[in-house]
């Protein structure tokens, strides 16, 4: 903790130009650390243009940035301003570097992106390393495959950075399920900054009045979820597929289409659901934790935090994993299908219902998650507490057990 100052912060910064993942990462952590240390408060950075969807516990807050969006090409675009992208861009970095300065943070923890977007956050990193700020890169358990994650690396300069300005490099997950720097060649200085911290686990939130659920809640169903949407079309096309093909799979199922999914699809999908009297469809809902917890089985991408909450929830999974652009979810959800957390179908491209059909009778028959043993699977927030423990509470921090480290 910053000498001379009695409360502890810390400042968590998610470029989040696309999607629910990162920032459902981010708020997940902010929250589990709000409730360990009582004088901490939490800043999350975000350019979600959905972030104030989302419920925030005492003394954690957000500031969102202005939105761009990756086309396909690769190329940047403002979300919702007409200015020039460069100009964006500057506004962002002007935005994450004030704040910093401002808010003065104990930690600073980086999700995902070392640099940020377009090294949007490489000047905050170096002063916050001048002003002695503990700086963290935060990775999910899955990257990319090595190929590809490689030159993106060499070609965004990460190394310097990995190797002069972190100070830890924490990755949400275990190494016998998935290494998400597996090819990259790094100096040992960086390998013994890293520390694989176990799965984030979530829980379902008991503060407040309970959420509004759909009807079809009231009775077993099955959760299909997308995350944020915007690449799960064929997921929602296949499972109305099955449901339109044989109407008497043994579960109704709830379609969760995600806030980024174009808008005629959302519609078409709709009315599809509407002409069924065993599916429901919603478009968002923020504690999707809820949901999942009373489905009898859920139907998902494989994104790491649907992972998350269905290891911590014990639910039986089918994964329908995304390979494009990124082969991140096959990684996860084929490792996890060895060990026999998950099952998994392929998407072939053909969506025959007949296949998802068989696919959903078999889920309500499979294992649940908690009938295989992994150890430390689910320690992923209790390893994060005791690696921010000695910057914030250092009398309490020598009550508290090291965490394995690799080297």
């Given at each position: 903790m910053i000498s001379?100052?009695?409360?502890?912060?810390?400042?968590?910064?998610?470029?989040?130009?696309f999607?629910?993942g990162h920032?459902r990462?981010?708020?997940?952590i902010?929250h589990?650390?709000?409730d360990?240390?009582?004088?901490?408060?939490v800043?999350?950075?975000?350019?979600?243009?959905?972030i104030g969807?989302?419920d925030?516990?005492?003394r954690?807050?957000?500031?969102?940035?202005?939105?761009?969006?990756?086309?396909?090409?690769?190329?940047?675009?403002?979300?919702?301003?007409h200015?020039?992208?460069?100009?964006?861009?500057?506004m962002?970095?002007?935005?994450?570097?004030?704040?910093?300065?401002?808010?003065d943070?104990?930690?600073?923890?980086?999700?995902k992106?070392?640099?940020?977007l377009?090294g949007e956050?490489l000047?905050?990193?170096?002063?916050?390393k001048?002003?002695?700020?503990?700086?963290?890169?935060?990775?999910?358990?899955v990257?990319d495959?090595?190929?590809?994650?490689?030159?993106e690396w060499?070609?965004?300069?990460?190394l310097p950075?990995?190797?002069d300005?972190?100070?830890e490099?924490?990755?949400y997950g275990?190494?016998?399920?998935?290494?998400?720097l597996?090819?990259i060649a790094?100096?040992?200085?960086?390998?013994?900054?890293?520390?694989?911290?176990?799965?984030?686990?979530?829980e379902v939130?008991?503060?407040?009045?309970?959420?509004?659920?759909p009807?079809?809640?009231k009775?077993?169903?099955?959760l299909?979820?997308t995350?944020?949407?915007?690449d799960g079309?064929?997921?929602?096309?296949w499972?109305?597929?099955?449901?339109?093909?044989?109407?008497?799979?043994?579960?109704p199922?709830l379609?969760?289409?995600?806030?980024?999914m174009?808008?005629?699809?959302?519609?078409?999908f709709?009315?599809?659901?509407?002409?069924?009297?065993?599916?429901d469809?919603?478009?968002?809902?923020?504690h999707?934790?809820t949901l999942?917890?009373?489905?009898a089985?859920?139907?998902?991408m494989g994104?790491?935090n649907t992972?998350?909450?269905?290891?911590?929830?014990d639910?039986r999974?089918?994964?329908?994993?995304?390979t494009?652009?990124?082969?991140?979810?096959?990684?996860r959800a084929?490792?996890?299908?060895?060990?026999?957390?998950?099952?998994?179908?392929?998407?072939?491209?053909?969506?025959?219902?007949?296949?998802m059909?068989?696919?959903?009778?078999?889920?309500?028959?499979?294992?649940?998650?908690?009938e295989?043993?992994?150890?430390?699977?689910?320690?992923?927030?209790?390893?994060v507490?005791r690696?921010?423990?000695?910057?914030?509470e250092?009398?309490?921090?020598e009550?508290?057990?090291?965490v394995?480290?690799?080297g």
């Open positions: 001379g100052r009695k409360d502890g912060r810390i400042l968590i910064y998610s470029h989040d130009t999607g629910l920032l990462r981010c708020r997940t902010a589990s650390l709000v360990r240390f009582k004088h901490l408060s800043l999350i950075l975000s350019g979600s243009p959905i969807s989302f925030f516990r005492s954690v807050d957000f500031v969102r940035v202005p939105g761009v969006i990756k086309l396909r090409n690769g190329e940047y675009t403002a979300l919702n301003l200015i020039d992208v460069e100009q964006m861009l500057q962002r970095a002007s935005i994450i570097r004030h704040t910093a300065e401002i808010f943070p104990d930690i600073f923890i980086v999700d992106e070392p640099l940020g377009r956050v000047e905050t990193l170096e002063m916050l001048q002003r002695g700020t503990r700086l963290v890169l935060g990775l999910r358990d990257m495959e090595p190929k590809l994650l490689v030159p060499r070609r965004k300069n990460v950075a990995l190797r300005l972190y100070d490099i924490w990755i275990l190494p016998q399920i998935c290494d998400p597996e090819g790094l100096p040992t200085r960086v390998r013994q900054k890293i520390t694989y911290t176990g799965y984030l686990p979530r939130s008991t503060r407040g009045a309970p959420p509004r659920l009807e079809i809640t009775r077993p169903y099955i299909v979820t995350g944020g949407g915007g079309e064929s997921l929602i096309d499972v109305l597929r099955a449901y339109e093909h044989d109407p008497l799979l043994p579960y199922a379609l969760v289409l995600g806030p980024f174009q808008p005629e699809r959302q519609a078409e709709m009315d599809r659901a509407s002409r069924l009297k065993r599916v469809t919603i478009t968002f809902h923020n999707l934790e999942v917890a009373g489905a089985g859920v139907v998902a994104g790491y992972f998350c909450e269905v290891l911590s929830l639910k999974a089918l994964i329908i994993p995304r494009t652009p990124r082969l991140e979810q096959f990684i084929s490792s996890a299908a060895r060990l026999g957390l998950v099952s998994m179908l392929n998407d072939d491209g053909s969506y025959d219902p007949a296949v059909a068989t696919a959903l009778r078999a889920l309500t028959h499979q294992n649940k998650p908690s295989v043993v992994v150890p430390g699977l689910l320690e992923g927030l209790t390893n507490a690696r921010v423990a000695p910057w914030l250092p009398a309490e921090s009550a508290l057990p090291a394995s480290r690799i």
